[in-house]
């Protein structure tokens, strides 16, 4: 962990999709009454803004204007080197608006997204929350709440890597389940003042 720089503390929430990545981030946005970034929709919000470099490396996914977000999963998601494509265009953008809004504001500050292990972010987060789930569960998470077919959701399952962590935390069993024990690994950060 890093130390606590005096405006700001940065608590980075990540995993592979299905980990419940944002459901924990919103709960723990509310309960610590603290500032909340989406690093996954801020990555929707650049797909459009990049439509035309979208479009110049995946021209099938751009149909009247926009970016079609199934199509274009259905191609990085099954196959890495894709996805490395992808990210190339949108990467270098989320990272800068990440620090954009990061710089805005002060108090205690929650991340949540699947790319902030595969970026520079990292080096902004002073406590790194890695999530991790039973496979099957995440699977049938992917499938029941997304609507994603079962196949692309265990190949989305393999491209996550991982990466180094402070906390380790299992949502196997469940939001209901692990809030107790939410609130007393995070409750001690609510001190942290939050200027909104």
Do not use: W
């Amino acid at each position: 962990m890093k130390a606590i720089n005096k405006d700001k503390f940065l608590i980075a929430i990540y995993g592979g999709s299905g980990s419940g990545k944002t459901t924990v981030a919103k709960f723990l946005a509310k309960e610590l009454n603290c500032h909340y970034l989406d690093a996954d929709k801020i990555g929707h919000d650049i797909l459009i803004e990049a439509i035309d470099e979208v479009e110049q490396v995946f021209p099938t996914v751009v149909i009247d204007g926009r970016v079609d977000r199934k199509k274009l999963g259905d191609i990085v998601f099954n196959d890495e080197r894709e996805l490395e494509r992808l990210n190339k265009i949108t990467l270098p953008k989320i990272v800068a608006r990440v620090k954009e809004e990061i710089s805005k504001l002060d108090g205690l500050i929650l991340i949540d997204g699947a790319i902030i292990n595969k970026s520079e972010i990292i080096e902004l987060i002073q406590l790194r929350v890695l999530l991790s789930c039973d496979r099957i569960i995440r699977v049938e998470r992917l499938v029941n709440k997304r609507n994603i077919e079962c196949k692309k959701a265990e190949k989305m399952l393999d491209l996550f890597k991982g990466g180094d962590y402070d906390i380790l935390i299992d949502t196997s069993l469940g939001l209901d389940r692990i809030k107790d024990d939410l609130l007393e690994i995070f409750g001690r950060y609510k001190e942290f003042k939050t200027k909104i």
